[in-house]
């Protein structure tokens, strides 16, 4: 069974400049995450969609990010513009169900750098 | 405010022997604890959950031990190997909320 797909892999641009991230979850699953990993700490969910619906965005900061998940299957995620701050490992990750449960399969992340 | 913390960022074990790796975490709705794996250039992995009304839940090599009264959880590693050296996440949810709460993480590294 494939793994969560993220691309690409590694970014680096501007402070200002725009970005954006790719994700396709496992086949099947209903749920889709982004969560932000800045440098030595836990990743912190941005938004959680289920099926194409977002459930929970309440800490994605809707004036620079923006994401969407058409089709209930692809999803990306856009920085526009980016802020040094920004600089992380973006996560997705998917699961069957929108409970949460252990069953929370991550894609390896795309590490942003903003200079 | 919820918060979910580790006691130490780093661990160093000799090969062979156990570790143990802790968490504490202030929210007292907290039902559901997951630890993760999280090994260098790659997202995290499940190791092993353990929900509120079990204190000590057992896998391959690994246990879980959940003490509700000071609201500490921790993960035992037994015989470490070279490939246990990885970042550790507890991670805790409460029932009704669907946000997961990663805590900061401890670097286990093994010492061959």
């Known amino acids: 069974e494939a793994g969560v797909a993220q691309s690409p892999r590694y970014k680096i641009i501007e402070k200002r400049q725009s970005v954006a991230f790719w994700c396709n979850p496992i086949s099947g699953h209903a749920t889709l995450y982004w969560y932000q990993q800045i440098l030595g700490q836990g990743p912190k969910l941005l938004i959680q969609f289920q099926n194409n619906g977002v459930v929970d965005d309440s800490q994605l900061p809707k004036d620079r990010f923006s994401a969407e998940r058409l089709k209930g299957v692809d999803s990306t995620l856009k920085i526009q513009p980016a802020k040094l701050e920004d600089s992380a490992v973006y996560l997705c990750a998917s699961s069957k169900t929108g409970r949460i449960s252990g069953e929370l399969f991550f894609g390896e992340g795309s590490r942003l750098t903003v200079l | 405010g919820e918060s979910v913390g580790l006691h130490l960022p780093t661990l160093s ?100």
């Open chain 2, 13 to 112: 074990v000799q090969e062979g022997d156990n570790s143990i790796i802790n968490c504490a975490y202030s929210n007292s709705a907290s039902d559901y604890f997951i630890w993760y794996k999280q090994e260098s250039g790659k997202g995290p992995q499940f190791i092993i959950d353990i929900r509120s009304n079990m204190d000590k839940r057992q896998g391959q090599r690994v246990t879980v031990l959940l003490n509700k009264t000071v609201k500490h959880l921790s993960l035992q590693i037994a015989a470490t190997q070279p490939g246990d050296s990885a970042v550790y996440f507890c991670a805790e949810n409460a029932w009704g909320n669907e946000k997961l709460t990663f805590g900061t993480g401890t670097r286990l590294t093994i010492i061959p």
